[in-house]
Structures are given as structure tokens and as C-alpha cells.
């Protein structure tokens, strides 16, 4: 595989009830992930990625605190990979983005998610 067919990029993840596991480090026993409906956890990315864009936060900062990903502790960094390796929504939008630009609201499995391309 060559090095053009790999990214790196970071990602805000918030499960909702659609979710397919609903629990994360945050909420061990899905207590609130239960109760949030896709479009609530979407409108919370909304507000997020505003604030990002509006440069009054870090996307690092608000992945840490917000996201319910693993990879929350590394600010959101999911390090490098290529097709085939994420679900297909995730790839397709990271693949399209730009090294620093941050996506729209992506849907898949695991929740909404917001994803910076970083490489």
C-alpha cells in the first residue's frame, strides 16, 4: 500500500440510542447515551465544530473532554489508516477532506462523529 493511500485524522465521537455499543469511558453503564437521540448528539457536534472553526477551542481540548471514543485521551488522534480499515461513512469522509479541514456530521454505527483530517 502506498503512503498516498493512507491518512491520519482525529475524530469527536457521541454514541446515541441508535448506537450499536451503547456505552463509552464516559458513560460505563449507557445511562445518557440511552437517552440521546441522533439528532441530539448531532446538534451537540454542531455546537462543537463551531466552536473549533471559530477558533475559541482546540479541536485536541474538545475531543478529550466531549468525545466518546477511546481515543478521547490522545485528543481524538486515531493515528494513520487506510481503506478498508474504518466503517465506510467514516473512510469516505476522511478520504474527501483536506489535511486540516474538519468534516460535517458523519453517521455511522457507532454514532455522530465530527473528523479532522491530519495528514
Do not use: N, Y
Not at 502506498?2 to 464516559?26: D, M, N, T, Y
Amino acid at each position: 500500500m502506498s503512503s498516498s493511500e493512507k491518512v491520519k485524522a482525529s475524530h469527536i465521537l457521541i454514541k446515541h440510542q441508535g448506537s450499536r455499543r451503547k456505552s463509552s469511558w464516559k458513560d460505563p453503564d449507557g445511562i445518557l447515551i440511552s437517552a440521546t437521540t441522533r439528532d441530539q448528539a448531532a446538534s451537540q457536534l454542531e455546537d462543537l465544530r463551531r466552536d473549533i472553526l471559530a477558533g475559541d477551542v482546540s479541536f485536541k481540548e474538545l475531543a478529550t473532554k466531549h468525545s466518546h471514543c477511546s481515543s478521547a485521551k490522545r485528543g481524538g488522534d486515531l493515528g494513520s489508516f487506510g481503506r478498508g480499515q474504518m466503517q465506510k461513512p467514516f473512510e469516505e469522509a476522511t478520504f474527501s477532506l483536506k489535511v486540516g479541514e474538519i468534516s460535517e456530521i458523519v453517521d455511522t454505527d457507532s454514532g455522530v462523529h465530527i473528523i479532522m483530517r491530519t495528514a
